[in-house]
């Protein structure tokens, strides 16, 4: 997350500085656009490229300077999905009135929200199995 913000700013930086120092006929157009709005459309884009990449680098930067958690991050990582794999409610039991919570556990960020998923998914058995609707 810290190297997102970085590279957002950067990546629209260099774009701006690109895109909107070119030379602009106007008389031309793209696709009908003045190309003032086609290069401010590529600058924003170019932005947003760098908010979607800056996570990745993140990751790779916070892997190179811990070598020694990584492994055990990894293995962490790997031990909790498969455990989350196994706890999940199977979806074909999914109807409209009772909708599968969370399939991926995506919204899991800390202990107490964990326990939450897994209270959901429970509920979620419980009433797919009995069609006992849960006083909550």
Not at 49 to 76: D, E, F, Y
Not at 123 to 135: E, L, M, N, P
Request: glycine share 8%; net charge positive.
């Amino acid at each position: 997350m810290v190297t997102t913000i970085p590279t957002m700013i950067v990546t629209g930086i260099i774009s701006g500085t690109y895109f909107l120092t070119q030379e602009i006929d106007p008389s031309k157009t793209f696709a009908g656009i003045d190309p003032l709005f086609v290069y401010m459309g590529a600058t924003a884009a170019c932005t947003g490229l760098g908010w979607l990449v800056g996570p990745s680098i993140g990751t790779a930067v916070w892997s190179l300077m811990h070598r020694s958690k990584a492994a055990q991050m990894a293995t962490r990582d790997r031990e909790f999905f498969q455990h989350i794999r196994k706890m999940r409610a199977d979806p074909t039991r999914q109807v409209m009135h009772n909708p599968l919570p969370d399939y991926y556990g995506e919204k899991i960020g800390s202990l107490h929200q964990y326990r939450k998923w897994l209270r959901d998914q429970q509920i979620f058995r419980r009433k797919a199995s009995h069609g006992i609707k849960d006083i909550e």
